[in-house]
Structures are given as C-alpha cells and as structure tokens.
C-alpha cells in the first residue's frame, strides 16, 4: 500500500481491533495499517487474510521502542490494547492498571514522540458504574465499580489532559457492549453474546447472572468501526469523551429472546448469582455521538445478531450437530 492515512491500531489481534483492520483496509483514504499487539486476549489469527496486508508488530504497548517503531509516520492511532474484562480486573487489579492506565500513557507519549498523530482510544461505559441517570449523559458524574472501571476513566483523562497541555487530536469513546464477528466465546471472561451464542449452538443452557433484567446499550461492531474511520478520515476530535452506542436497552431476558427466535429454537436459561462490580443498567446518551458523526447508521440489533450467529456457526467444526441448526 502507498499513499493515503498511515493509522497504526494497538491491540488490532483483538476482538474490535481485527474487524477494525478490514474497515480500514477497505478505506481508499487510508493507505497503511500498523498493529501492535502482544496477543495476550487477541490472535493474529482473527485478522485472517487481512495480515497480509499489515504491518504487524508482535510487542507490548508497555514496549516505548515497539510503540516508537509503529507510530513513527502515523497519522492516526486508535489504541484498543487492554486487558479488557470487569472480573480480570478483580483478579488482578494491577495488571489491568498496568495495561490500560500505563499503557494508555505510554501510547500518549510514544504520538508527542512522534509529532502528534491523532489518538483515538477506548473507555468504556463501565465509568458511569454507580452513576443512576439513565440515559447516561458523558457530563455526569463517573462513579466507577472496579478497577477495570478506573483504568478506563485514567485512560479518557490522559486524553483530555494530553489535548489540554501538548495539543494532541484526540477522541477518547466510551465503548458500551461491543457484540459481533471474531468475538470469542470460549474463555472465562466472555462477553454475554459470544457466551450465548455458543451455549446455544453447543446445546447447553446459557447462563445469566442475576435475573436476566438488567440492560445493556447493544451496539454492533460494524457500527464502532465505522465510527472509528470516520473520525479518522474526517478528523473529528474531541478531548471530552464521546459515548459511542445509540441509546437502545436490552435486558438480557430479551436478549436471549431474540437469539431464539434467529436461532429457531429457545434458549434454556439457567440463573447464576450476580457479579461484584457489574452494573445494573446501561443505555448511552447519544446525543453527542450524533452531533459529531451526523451521518451515523447504526447496525439495527437483530441484523447484527444475525450476522453474529452466522459467524459462530462458520467457526464450528465440519459435521457438528447441534440442536440449531434452522
Ligand atoms: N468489547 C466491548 O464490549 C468493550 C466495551 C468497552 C470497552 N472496550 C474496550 O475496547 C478495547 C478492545 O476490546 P476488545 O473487546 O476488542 O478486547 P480484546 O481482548 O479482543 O482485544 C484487546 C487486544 O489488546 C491486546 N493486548 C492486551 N494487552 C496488550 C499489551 N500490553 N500490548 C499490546 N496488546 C495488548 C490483546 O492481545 C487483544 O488483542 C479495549 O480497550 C476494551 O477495554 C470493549
């Protein structure tokens, strides 16, 4: 690739990174793409035949001359790398500070290092945590309920202080639930749809913590990715941060409900108590995700679903049966 936007993606082995690198890839403004990822949660593999045509970069963001190496020349960084998991950072709450505070920081350094490329990176809604307004508005108060939480928040407020003291570009999004292809499902920190999915097409019962009432702001891959090129193309910037979901409330009961109905079967449920630190509701204010990408179309949830089925069931071995099969 010559020519166009160099955006160099950290953490683009992952789950959001690898469906990333397709968008950019298809971008005719955008002519080279760096990853840096050490493959801890990720693979190189979930970028299939899109490793080809990267410059991957096998190191840590915690690395300064692997971070000086694939920043050199960019234009943009979208700094995904985390250790991206609520109950991971119970575990191991240093770890998660490690990777998502410090690393955020060292990124940051590593773009003023290399004159000032635009630095886009991922919070989470997870900072609102105790925060009751709903929907959540990004001028309200943060009130976070884990470490994970805090290091998110760290990472929005390096952003906005790095804009306010060396006049980086930056846009730091709040993330809410990303669902959809290349997300994985057989590990223990697993996000609610991949787990779904897979009990269901495993023929095993899905597990809900809780009651299954509480909500999440679904929001579809594609729909982050195609805010992420978009600012990138367009350089749109922001140092507070900007929620990136679309305002939509799904309880898990309802969740499982549409997952029947596309799979055609439905779902055994089986309730599990609560986790620490989860919070109960979630639904994004997305007012001024609208004001900045005016031109936004979201993925509706049951065609994002879809589509995410439609992954699983390819990923599966050959000759499998399962009860779900419609
Ligand atoms: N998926 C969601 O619903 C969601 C919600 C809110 C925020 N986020 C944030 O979005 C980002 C991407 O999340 P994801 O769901 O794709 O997770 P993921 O685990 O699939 O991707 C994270 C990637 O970062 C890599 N990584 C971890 N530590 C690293 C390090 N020290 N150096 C280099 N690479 C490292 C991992 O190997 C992995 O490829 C994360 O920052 C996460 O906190 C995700």
């Not at 787990?195 to 909500?215: N, W």
């Amino acid at each position: 690739m010559t020519g166009g936007l160099h955006v160099t993606v950290t953490g683009g082995a992952g789950f959001i990174g690898s469906n990333l690198v397709a968008w950019l890839l298809r971008q005719p403004a955008i002519g080279r793409v760096t990853v840096v990822d050490h493959c801890s949660t990720g693979s190189a593999s979930l970028l299939g035949s899109d490793l080809a045509h990267v410059d991957f970069r096998h190191g840590s963001v915690l690395d300064t001359d692997v971070l000086d190496q694939a920043l050199a020349g960019a234009d943009a960084v979208v700094h995904l790398a985390a250790l991206p998991s609520v109950p991971r950072s119970l575990q191991d709450p240093v770890a998660s500070h490690h990777v998502n505070a410090t690393g955020t920081l060292q990124v940051l350094q590593a773009a003023r290092r290399a004159g000032g490329p635009m630095v886009v990176a991922a919070s989470s809604s997870s900072v609102y945590g105790a925060q009751p307004q709903l929907p959540k508005r990004e001028d309200s108060r943060p009130m976070p309920l884990s470490p994970y939480a805090v290091t998110k928040l760290a990472t929005e407020a390096y952003l906005g202080a790095y804009h306010a003291c060396y006049g980086l570009p930056v846009l730091p999004l709040r993330f809410f639930n990303v669902y959809g292809p290349r997300q994985q499902a057989g590990h223990p920190y697993a996000a609610v749809v991949p787990r779904f999915i897979d009990a269901a097409l495993s023929g095993r019962p899905v597990q809900v913590h809780g009651d299954g009432t509480q909500t999440r702001d679904l929001t579809c891959v594609d729909t982050v990715c195609q805010v992420i090129t978009t600012a990138i193309t367009q350089q749109i910037v922001s140092p507070w941060p900007v929620n990136l979901a679309l305002g939509t409330r799904t309880s898990l009961l309802e969740l499982i409900g549409q997952l029947g109905e596309l799979l055609g079967t439905a779902l055994d449920v089986e309730h599990t108590p609560p986790r620490p630190g989860d919070v109960a509701h979630s639904q994004a204010d997305p007012v001024r995700l609208h004001e900045l990408f005016p031109h936004l179309t979201a993925v509706p949830l049951r065609d994002g679903l879809a589509r995410t089925i439609a992954w699983h069931r390819a990923q599966r071995p050959q000759g499998v049966t399962t009860p779900c099969t419609s």
